[in-house]
Each structure stands twice: as structure tokens, then as C-alpha cells.
């Protein structure tokens, strides 16, 4: 029988709590430490599972005691325990962005290379069943010679001003899943550009940052790929992708809330809302997610984000933030450089 792996969980926020959930009814891990600045509310979770608590995240990698990491905790934070976990041969796997800064990522960049254990980057929405799909069809060539990807993020409504004054604006934050899902498709991409307005949200703009924005890449083949992003949505969490070929178009629609519909004198077909939180839409993809850093570990082929995929996703963020405070395209170059 394989031995379970030892996991240590760092941040029990919103997705702390999330792979918290996945790491306790996963047959193949064991949570065996829990590190928050707040250790009395992981402590209760800590119990449940019979884990130990620290309120110093070092302690929980310096134990002897976890084969592996998961690092929930803010994103000031990443670097330096990604960086410890390495120094002690500890495999990550790191929610994203890995620092909002390139030269302190860069800085970091070879040891992570030649890291002797895993380094991998949350990008969950690779997991998702039907983004997953939709990418293995267009490798088979269901559509003929991809020509353009256009992706829809929008989120229900706006998160608090504390959160947007660290979250390093819209682009670091909300649309980097986004520009990870173009990789994910098209990785070779060498120009982006961008627009932002501000809208509706108040908050965004006391700190200079945008509630919606527009985002067109283009790779070196000349393939097109458009996102559009907002920080509200009256319909609930908008989520959705076309891929378009030569030969056809695959397209991923909204999960609603009910798969029935009902047909009325009044209207025709109505369906139920969309899900309402990212949390919801994107459960299954956080279970796939510790499921595929599991065969990592186990030297198995893996569909997890590397530290050169974190790092690419910030390179399009940067330069889609300039290019929204510029107005100019902004050529990029993802290569090892």
C-alpha cells in the first residue's frame, strides 16, 4: 500500500479552508500540521483532524514531520516560504501570484529550477474538468488550426477595500488566472495589450486600480486571444471560454445553479442563475488540483502549474497593466531569458 503524504497547510483564510477540506478527504494525503498567524482559528481545524498548530509557518517546514506544503497565506509571504521549503527539501505547492514583484521572483527563479523537490504554482482552473477538455480536443485537432481563444472572468461583486489595497490591482490579481488559461492554450504569446476603466467601484478607484478591463494577446504564430474581465456580475460568477479553429469552435458555458429550465406563456427555456462564487464553480478544480500535485510527488505525469508558469503569468500581468496606463502593446518575451 503507498504511503499517505504528510501535508503542512499555511493560511486557513478562504483558500486555506478550501484545501483544508480537499487535503482531509483525500485518501492519498494526511494533514499533519497547520501554521496561521492567528493560531487559534486553526486550532479548531487542527483538532478535527488531529494535526499540530504553530503560529510560525518555519516551525511547521522545519519539522520532519510534512513531505509537502500547501501555502495559503498572503502573498507577501510566498517568496520566503517558498524559498525555506526548498532549503529543506519540503515539496510547495503555492497559491498564486508567487510575489507581486518580477525581481524578487526572478531572484528565486534558478534555485527553484534546480530545486531537488516539486515547486508548483495554484493555478486550479487548469484542473477544471471542462477548460481541461476543451484544451485536450483542440491538441487533437477536433477544430482544425487554432486561430483564437476568447475568454469571459467576470466575479459576482466587487472584494473589500482591504483586500483590493494588497491584491497589486486587477491584473496581478483577478486577471493572471486568466492570462494563465492563455498559456494553457498558447504558450509562445509575445504581445499583450490592455484597457481598464472603473466603473462602478469605488474603492478601486480611491487606489488607482480598474473595475473591468479588456486584454488582447497575440502569439507568434499570430493567434488572437481576448479576455474580458469585471468585478461585478448581476447573473452570478461568468466563466466562460471559446476556443476557434479552422474546422470549428468548442465552447465552455456558465455552470448555473439547476439544470432545469421552464417554458411559460411568459418566457421560454428560463434557467436558473449562475453560481454565485468562485468557490462553488471551481470546487471540483481544487480537488483535481491536490490530486495532480499528489502524482508529482509521486513521480507521475502532472498537469500542475510550475514556478516558470507563476512567473510567466505575472510577466503578461505587468504588461498588461502598463499597457493600460500607456495605451501602447507591449512585446514580451516568457523564455528562460
Known amino acids: ?197 472603473c466603473l462602478f467601484d469605488e474603492n478601486a478607484r480611491r487606489l488607482g486600480d480598474f473595475d473591468s478591463a479588456v486584454v488582447t494577446l497575440v502569439s507568434r504564430a499570430g493567434v488572437l486571444i481576448s479576455i474580458t474581465n469585471s468585478r461585478h456580475s448581476a447573473t452570478g460568477h461568468d466563466q466562460r471560454l471559446e476556443a476557434f479553429g479552422s474546422a470549428g469552435t468548442l465552447n465552455v458555458l456558465n455552470a448555473s445553479t439547476s439544470l432545469v429550465t421552464a417554458s411559460t406563456a411568459s418566457s421560454v427555456e428560463s434557467r436558473a442563475t449562475y453560481q454565485e462564487f468562485f468557490l462553488e464553480r471551481y470546487s471540483e478544480a481544487y480537488r483535481l488540483e491536490i490530486e495532480e500535485f499528489v502524482k508529482l510527488l509521486r513521480g507521475e505525469p502532472s498537469r500542475c502549474a510550475t514556478y516558470e508558469d507563476g512567473r510567466a503569468a505575472l510577466l503578461l500581468a505587468n504588461a498588461a497593466q502598463l499597457s493600460a496606463e500607456s495605451g501602447r502593446r507591449i512585446a514580451v518575451d516568457l523564455g528562460r531569458g
Not at 11 to 29: E, K, M, N, W, Y
Open 1 to 197: 500500500m503507498t504511503r499517505r503524504i504528510r501535508f503542512g497547510l499555511i493560511g486557513t483564510g478562504r483558500i486555506g479552508q478550501v484545501h483544508f477540506r480537499t487535503l482531509t478527504a483525500s485518501p492519498d494525503t494526511e494533514l499533519t500540521w497547520i501554521a496561521d498567524a492567528f493560531p487559534d482559528a486553526a486550532r479548531e481545524l487542527a483538532e478535527s483532524v488531529g494535526a499540530k498548530v504553530s503560529a510560525d509557518p518555519f516551525r511547521l517546514i522545519g519539522s520532519g514531520e510534512v513531505d509537502a506544503v500547501v501555502i495559503a497565506s498572503p502573498t507577501s509571504t510566498h517568496l520566503e516560504l517558498i524559498e525555506e521549503a526548498i532549503d529543506r527539501g519540503v515539496a510547495v505547492l503555492c497559491e498564486k501570484p508567487i510575489d507581486l514583484d518580477i525581481d524578487r521572483v526572478d531572484g528565486l527563479r534558478d534555485k527553484a529550477a534546480a530545486s531537488q523537490v516539486p515547486v508548483a504554482l495554484g493555478f486550479n482552473r487548469r484542473m477544471d474538468p471542462a477548460f481541461s477538455e476543451v484544451r485536450s480536443r483542440v491538441e487533437a485537432g477536433e477544430i482544425g488550426t487554432l486561430e483564437g481563444i476568447s475568454i469571459v472572468s467576470r466575479d459576482p461583486a466587487p472584494p473589500p477595500e482591504a483586500y483590493l489595497g494588497v491584491s497589486g490591482g486587477i491584473f496581478r490579481d483577478m486577471t493572471i488566472h486568466d492570462l494563465d488559461m492563455a498559456r494553457f492554450f498558447v504558450d509562445d504569446i509575445v504581445e499583450v495589450s490592455a484597457s481598464g476603466s
